[in-house]
């Protein structure tokens, strides 16, 4: 059975034609009914998430990273309930598979329960897990529900589901391609005990999660099937129908209000894993014709040996995230939003590597295409009149992404991200506002910080400092939003063992826009033989819990490291200290424009530092009372401006300078052919 062509799944993105018994149903809908019946909808998936938050045990499910789904019976998506918009668009190609070469043997049947993770088959990578049900009433396929979330463990060659060391995806453990996993609404217990195999270090975590999958899939179903036995099953079919058709003409005329022309952004990575490594992570070229838009990813460097490669629908996946934070966000969560939008993907590269690839950390190349989405569509949209508002800088995407694994004090086996740092990112700074503090996640705009009580609770660790990260947000007339930093210690076990995935410790990943300033890159932070604890309990008064004069006075003891983000499994006894953060997001436009008054303020909350007030915004003020002096500070402002005419060279003569410059030979071992990022040879596995 062949393994989904990339041909195969730009195709099932598009919603498929519609019949004549859908149009038939979708024309005896009155437009009241219509509106009721997507609110019914609505409700559907809110109630189900809600359902999937509550029986979910990882963190990320806690958190509401996760979406919830109803698909027409040929596998267009209709509406979701997110979480994260990541799983949205791109499910249509997993259950097309299914429909394609699986109708006849196994079957499609009610009770059904469908399983996949394989990012070859229509996956993001290995740990984003989702359930399928079909929804049957009364003999007829009406529809397709789905439930999808992250689990943080897979059986890899590392914990926590993203092993950074793969080389190929013969070491990431579980790839599991489309498979029924239950009948008759019960999940099989064969399937159970393999998939326990699989989550090894924590396998009730693993099935937990499962569960919490198979449960929420069920009831959207069972919602679905009540509204058909409520007003019949041609209204379920045409109420589907003329939502897609609704949502298609919504993002034809969105496209369409847009300029024409061809709008370029780049961006690059810093590490590949944990070798430090420049590559061109996304070189997007955006053609908008018409209501007709074309994403061209050529340009993006080659797949590298490294888990950091992104198959091209999780790419879209990441794209559709921006999408319908930004430009969408007011249309159905839908196929048809799609219809309109193309894409080109060079094979072999960084976005189409091949299939023995690793992809379980793509998502730090994906966002890479979400940000440059987002760069693109900053420029396209800034001389619209009616949309320029709906501008802003990417989210702060560099984050720690911490792997707590080993046994709890509970004498449990545990193996989970700790994902305060990826729930608390600021949010880029924007054309009328500054980006919103610790907004959310990077990849989930509704994600929430899991409680830390209840993280203490669970995992062998003690939370001894969340708090804003000051100078984390990138300033400008709009600073960025603020990113965030939390301290864990290893508590109540001998010891854990810790890793984290990531990048953006160099180089930040967000690019501001319109002359403000990038967001702080991220440190990897670690403490061995920490006293920290010893401190707390003897109530040392020169310890101050506080991030930045931690850092500056060194005022906890014991063996400092500092890192990548990127970091190998290694051991940490008790009372060790690790450094979590969360990135600000870059700023919008000059920061000498921004007022004052909200630099004070920013001062006074902690956002940012005197230095930043001073060095950056260029204000004056005594920094007791935080009383402005107006005068001084346009002096200080008028004066920095003519410093950077000073320094201003002419565009010949800067490109001539900047285009003979090179990175060093060493970091661009997997960048491709300098500058122009192509392929010098085939990836070796």
Not at 526 to 553: H, Y
Not at 559 to 571: D, M, N, T
Request: charged residues 20%.
């Amino acid at each position: 059975m062949p393994i989904p062509t990339l041909a195969e799944k730009l195709e099932w993105l598009k919603p498929a034609p519609p019949t004549e018994y859908e149009q038939q149903c979708a024309a005896k809908i009155p437009q009241g009914d219509y509106e009721i019946g997507v609110q019914i909808t609505n409700d559907i998936l809110d109630e189900s998430m809600e359902v999937f938050v509550r029986a979910s045990r990882s963190y990320f499910g806690v958190s509401g990273d996760s979406m919830v789904a109803i698909f027409t019976a040929n596998g267009d998506l209709i509406n979701g309930a997110c979480g994260t918009y990541l799983h949205a668009i791109i499910q249509p190609i997993i259950i097309k598979f299914i429909k394609k070469y699986y109708a006849e043997n196994p079957g499609i049947r009610d009770g059904d329960i469908w399983y996949t993770n394989d990012a070859l088959y229509g996956g993001i990578h290995n740990p984003d897990q989702v359930a399928i049900m079909p929804v049957f009433y009364k003999g007829q396929l009406l529809a397709w529900t789905t439930a999808a979330l992250h689990t943080t463990e897979t059986g890899a060659t590392e914990p926590g589901g993203m092993p950074v060391s793969a080389k190929s995806r013969f070491e990431e453990g579980l790839n599991l391609p489309p498979i029924k996993i239950g009948e008759n609404f019960e999940i099989k217990n064969d399937f159970l005990e393999m998939y326990c195999a699989y989550g090894m270090r924590a396998p009730a975590m693993f099935v937990s999660d499962l569960r919490a999958r198979c449960t929420t899939a069920d009831r959207a179903r069972v919602r679905v099937l009540e509204l058909a036995e409520k007003r019949g099953p041609e209204f379920v079919v045409g109420l589907l129908r003329k939502m897609s058709d609704t949502a298609e003409a919504g993002a034809r005329k969105k496209i369409r209000a847009l300029p024409d022309g061809v709008f370029r952004a780049i961006t690059f990575n810093d590490a590949m894993g944990w070798t430090p490594a420049l590559v061109r992570s996304c070189f997007l070229t955006v053609t908008k014709r018409g209501e007709r838009l074309v994403f061209d990813f050529h340009g993006t460097s080659p797949e590298t040996p490294s888990s950091y490669n992104v198959h091209p629908q999780a790419v879209v996946g990441h794209v559709a995230n921006f999408m319908y934070e930004y430009m969408f966000h007011d249309l159905p969560i839908s196929s048809s939003t799609f219809a309109p939008i193309d894409f080109i993907f060079p094979e072999g590269s960084l976005v189409y590597p091949g299939k023995t690839a690793a992809t379980s950390c793509c998502v730090y190349i994906g966002m890479q295409a979400r940000n440059a989405t987002q760069s693109a569509f900053a420029k396209m949209v800034f001389s619209n009149g009616a949309l320029w508002h709906q501008v802003a800088a990417p989210p702060g995407s560099q984050h720690t992404s911490q792997i707590c694994a080993g046994v709890s004090q509970w004498n449990l086996s545990v193996s989970d991200v700790l994902s305060f740092m990826l729930n608390t990112m600021g949010q880029g700074g924007r054309a009328g506002d500054d980006g919103m503090d610790s907004y959310g996640f990077a990849w989930c705009a509704f994600g929430r910080a899991p409680d830390s009580e209840q993280v203490e609770s669970e995992l062998p660790i003690t939370i001894t400092l969340s708090q804003h990260w000051k100078d984390s947000s990138g300033p400008g007339l709009h600073r960025g939003g603020s990113g965030a930093t939390q301290h864990w210690v290893v508590h109540k076990v001998p010891g854990c063992v810790s890793m984290c995935m990531g990048n953006g410790s160099k180089v930040p990943l967000g690019q501001p826009l319109f002359g403000g300033y990038a967001s702080s890159p991220i440190p990897g932070i670690s403490i061995r033989q920490a006293d920290l604890l010893k401190e707390m309990a003897e109530g040392d008064p020169n310890l101050t819990l506080d991030f930045r004069s931690i850092v500056e006075k060194g005022s906890i003891h014991g063996q400092w490291s500092y890192e990548l983000i990127a970091r190998g499994p290694k051991p940490y006894a008790e009372g060790d200290v690790l450094f979590g953060f969360s990135g600000g997001g870059p700023g919008y436009g000059d920061p000498l424009e921004r007022d004052p008054a909200l630099v004070l303020e920013d001062l006074r909350k902690q956002i940012i530092s005197d230095w930043t007030a001073q060095n950056i915004y260029r204000i004056a003020y005594d920094p007791e009372r935080r009383k402005l002096d107006a005068e001084k500070t346009k002096e200080q402002r008028d004066q920095e401006r003519r410093a950077r005419l000073a320094r201003g060279k002419p565009y010949a003569e800067f490109e001539k300078a900047w285009s003979a410059q090179k990175p060093p030979e060493e970091i661009l071992q997997w960048y491709g052919s300098w500058p122009d990022a192509r392929p010098l040879g085939p990836v070796v596995r």
